[in-house]
């Protein structure tokens, strides 16, 4: 009876010890990560975005373009990113987080490179991230649904 009390007692306390550490490394109550981006007229994966943080303030690159009809090189962008490769093109910056949304920054669309404000927020306890892209204010805009990859 000891014995099995004692397995049962260090099962318990590894249990306990590995918890915070898979926690810390599953944390979705902030953006950074990756997500899995969908096309808006077809619905299928479109790429899979990277965000990450730095003094806090967020941004977003093109990790993988899961598209095969997805343009190699941003033709359509009308700034610096013309004529650059969208794999590894930052289309996410200056995002800052207020009152549990994401906002103040831009968005690249490299499908038509147009550039517009962005609000994002967390939904789904952290699973799914609402995109909302726009010009001047945020109801003259569309939202897009991004899943977080595991």
Known sequence: MIKYRNL???TLLMAAAITPQICAANDFSSITGIWRTFDDETNQPAALIEITTKD???SGNIKRLLDPNSPALCDKC??????KPVLGMKIL?????????YSGGQILDPDNGEIYRVEAKL????????VRAYIGIPLLGRTQTW????
């Open 78 to 83: 009308t700034d610096f990113r013309r004529g």
């Open 56 to 58: 806090g303030i967020y």
């Open 147 to 150: 899943v977080r990859e595991k």
């Open 93 to 101: 910056s200056d995002l800052k987080l207020t009152d549990g949304v």
């Open 123 to 130: 939904i789904d306890q952290g699973f799914k991230l609402d």
């Open 8 to 10: 049962a007692l260090s």
